[in-house]
C-alpha cells in the first residue's frame, strides 16, 4: 500500500466502517489490510489493537536498551514486539524486531536505532490516524 493514492477505493471503501482516508505515511508503517485481517474488519477493535501496540512499544523500546538487563531478557522483549508488530501489520518494526532478537540471542553490537526509527514512525501513523 506504500505510494498508493490516500483517496482511492481501497483506502475509503471497506478498510473498516467509517474509518477516514489514511495518508501514504500511516500506509507505509502500518498494513491496513493486515490489520483488517486480524481484526475481521472492525474499526473499534482495530483502533483498540494499535492502541495496545502503541503502549507495548511504548514500554518495551526503552527496555531494550536497559544495561541491567540481560540479553536474553532484551531478547525476550525484541521477540514479544515482533509479535505484536505483527499483529497489527507493522511489517518494518516487526523486520527490525527480528533482526534485534537474533543479535540478542547471539554475540556482538545490537544495532537499535532503526527499530527505534521504525517504532517513532508507526507511533507517528497510529496517532495521525486518530485525526
Known sequence: ?????PQSPENTESA???RPPIDDAIAAAID??????Q???DADLAREVLDLFA?????????????ALSRAERA????TLKGS???????RVHALAHAAEAHLRGAGQVPL????????AALRAIAEGRA
Do not use: E, F
Open 1 to 5: 500500500m506504500c505510494g498508493s493514492d
Open 76 to 79: 525476550d522483549l525484541a521477540h
Open 32 to 37: 491496513l489490510a493486515a490489520l483488517d485481517a
Open 85 to 91: 508488530a505483527a499483529g497489527v501489520g507493522a511489517a
Open 39 to 41: 481484526t475481521g474488519g
Open 55 to 67: 503502549g507495548q512499544c511504548r514500554s518495551i523500546l526503552p527496555r531494550l536498551t536497559d544495561p
Open 113 to 120: 536505532d532503526d527499530l527505534a526509527d521504525a517504532v517513532d
Open 16 to 18: 473498516g466502517a467509517g
